[in-house]
Nanobody, 118 residues
């Protein structure tokens, strides 16, 4: 069982930026795909960004061009740099290893709350 611990959330104004961190209990570079997911109020959890073991990244249309996923193998940490934040980005953000289908493999951590509001 791999565990993930998310941090870095907070309250930010529209147009602002935040960087989320996800510390993994294993070598992140060896995970086929690591994803950032989010669950907004009254919404289903969705996959917003993925980084593959080879470094290729993929994004949901709703965040492409605003969010950047990256990885530090030495720290076993995956990051999500978020910019030009919108109120609709408000959600609890989680990270997890992802299957080819995008579904998460392991149990969820506590996540980190991101609130975009003026």
């Amino acid at each position: 069982q791999v565990q993930f611990v998310e941090s870095g959330g907070g309250l930010v104004q529209p147009g602002g930026s935040l960087r989320l961190s996800c510390a993994a209990s294993t070598t992140v570079g060896s995970i086929y795909a690591t994803g950032w997911y989010r669950q907004g109020p009254g919404k289903q959890r969705e996959l917003v960004a993925t980084i593959y073991s080879g470094g290729v990244t993929n994004y949901a249309d709703s965040v492409r061009g605003r969010f950047t996923i990256s990885r530090d193998n030495a720290k076993n940490t995956v990051y999500l740099q978020m910019s030009s934040l919108k109120p609709e980005d408000t959600a609890v953000y989680y990270c997890n290893a992802a299957r080819v289908t995008g579904t998460a493999i392991y149990s969820w951590g506590q996540g980190t709350q991101v609130t975009v509001s003026s």
